[in-house]
Nanobody, 116 residues
């Protein structure tokens, strides 16, 4: 059984920063692709940032130059550094891990609220 455990959400003022963390536990030696999705109020879940092995990265244009993804491949962990946060970044953020195409594991979600 593979679990993705997230931490680091919370309330922050516009322009502030937060760092989200996610680590996989369970019997899985390696996860090829890991990253983050979010679900904003009243919207579908959407990609934020994703990195596959070899460094290929996918991102939403709205977070370019503000959010940075990093990975610890040895620990099957992924981190999301979010800077210059905006109210429209308010969402539940979900960690995603995909060891092979078509297989996806999800974290429980962590709330990020950007408000003054």
């Amino acid at each position: 059984q593979v679990q993705l455990v997230e931490s680091g959400g919370g309330l922050v003022q516009p322009g502030g920063s937060l760092r989200l963390s996610c680590e996989a536990s369970g019997s899985i030696p390696y996860i090829d692709t890991m990253g983050w999705y979010r679900q904003r109020p009243g919207k579908e879940r959407e990609l934020v940032l994703l990195e596959a092995s070899g460094g290929k990265t996918y991102w939403d244009e709205s977070v370019k130059d503000r959010f940075t993804l990093s990975r610890d491949y040895a620990k099957n962990a992924v981190f999301l550094q979010m800077n210059n946060l905006k109210p429209e970044d308010t969402a539940v953020y979900y960690c995603n891990g995909s060891p092979v195409p078509g297989v996806n594991y999800w974290g429980q979600g962590t709330q990020v609220t950007v408000s003054s």
